[in-house]
């Protein structure tokens, strides 16, 4: 008995899933087809997104491919961690003696053999995988068979990201899926609401601009694209306050600011930074440490910036949005030298503020003079 599994995340899943299995029922021609969400996939922290609601786009997404497809909740069962060489098992126990065909991508392909016991994955199944276009076929050494042709280079990844960073969904994603997502307020669109009743338009337009190039740039310097675009929609939550809403509320919620008393006196504006990374940590639930402090960072450095803190102090002042002479040339630097589009950007804050007659913070000095010494 041919049975064909397909396992994933599949948070969301797009067209690129539904082409993959498509082929693979085709090719294969099994009798039975799995589709086996993840719960807690070995690979990736626990998706926030609910179990049912990924299972519901499944079986959306999949529906009338193949009269025998069978949408299993085993992970889901399991509660916790399910490995591959797990799901082999369970199979073998569910049929007797099937020939078991394991639908991966390309990427995967290349990865099986570090998967928990490859061994029973290469003793008791075939793989099978999809080939994207400029991929070098290193032939592995166990069992797998591409499928003919090509397939587009998606993931789900980058679905988030696009629909955190631009509050839409973009085309790979099926009609019917859209759909799920805009009811459920799925993968930060409850943060473009939020955001859109809370800033002024060309505000709101800034924040997605910079969320847009952040994701430009973490693909060049190594970062998580959902965590730079994460920091770039959140990193003005706060630029709708007041001066006094953010020194009240600065002082209600015990938010440190290093120069505080001089800040709110001089320049309480500056106080944006340090309230978004608030309302980032405690009214949208980010965890990670590096997004809130590359938002509380954003506006006037620190001595020791991590790269998306770079990122982010680069692209809020350079995004696409702006229109003054010198972003098109700091753009252009960052993508070729982080640092030096740094440097650069630094200087223009200073500049900036000084032409505007404005109070100069003592922590743009420290950056600007700390970046000086770092060059020479």
Not at 4 to 16: E, I, M, N, Y
Not at 63 to 77: H, P, T, V
Not at 264 to 277: D, T
């Amino acid at each position: 008995m041919k049975v064909l599994v397909f396992g994933g995340s599949f948070d969301p899943v797009h067209k690129g899933h539904v082409a993959l299995l498509r082929r693979a029922i085709k090719q294969i021609s099994p009798d039975v087809t799995h589709v086996v969400p993840a719960y807690h996939s070995p690979f990736k922290a626990k998706s926030p997104t609910p179990f049912w609601l990924r299972m519901k786009m499944v079986k959306l997404a999949f529906a009338g491919l193949s009269k025998n497809l069978i949408f299993d909740d085993y992970e889901l069962r399991q509660g916790g961690k399910t490995y591959t060489y797990q799901l082999i098992h369970y199979l073998q126990k569910r049929y007797k003696n099937p020939e078991l065909y394991l639908l991966v991508g390309t990427d995967c392909l290349n990865d099986v053999h570090n998967w928990k016991n490859p061994q029973v994955i290469f003793d008791n199944a075939t793989v099978v995988a999809g080939k994207r276009k400029g991929y070098n076929e290193n032939p592995a050494n166990f069992k797998h068979i591409f499928l003919p042709g090509f397939f587009p280079k998606l993931s789900s990844s980058r679905v988030r990201a696009h629909i955190l960073s631009c509050g839409d969904i973009p085309d790979t994603v099926p009609p019917q899926i859209s759909q799920t997502i805009y009811k459920h307020q799925l993968y930060g669109l409850d943060i473009h609401e939020w955001l859109k009743a809370h800033l002024k338009p060309n505000r709101y337009l800034h924040s997605c601009k910079v969320a847009e190039m952040a994701a430009a740039l973490s693909d060049i310097y190594d970062v998580n694209v959902e965590t730079a675009v994460r920091a770039g929609i959140l990193h003005d939550a706060a630029k709708g306050f007041s001066g006094s809403e953010l020194i009240n509320f600065c002082r209600t919620h015990k938010i440190k600011v290093p120069f505080f008393e001089d800040i709110s006196r001089q320049e309480p504006s500056l106080l944006h930074s340090y309230v978004s990374a608030w309302l980032a940590k405690h009214e949208f639930g980010v965890k990670n440490a590096d997004v809130i402090h590359a938002i509380a960072e954003h506006t006037l450095g620190s001595l020791q910036m991590s790269t998306l803190s770079k990122i982010l102090f680069v692209a809020d002042i350079s995004s696409k949005d702006r229109k003054y002479k010198d972003a098109f040339l700091i753009r252009n630097l960052a993508m070729q030298d982080l640092d030096k589009a740094l440097r650069y950007a630094a200087n223009r804050k200073l500049l900036f503020t000084i032409d505007s007659q404005k109070w100069l913070c003592p922590l743009g000095i420290d950056l600007w003079n700390h970046l000086l010494k770092q060059e020479k």
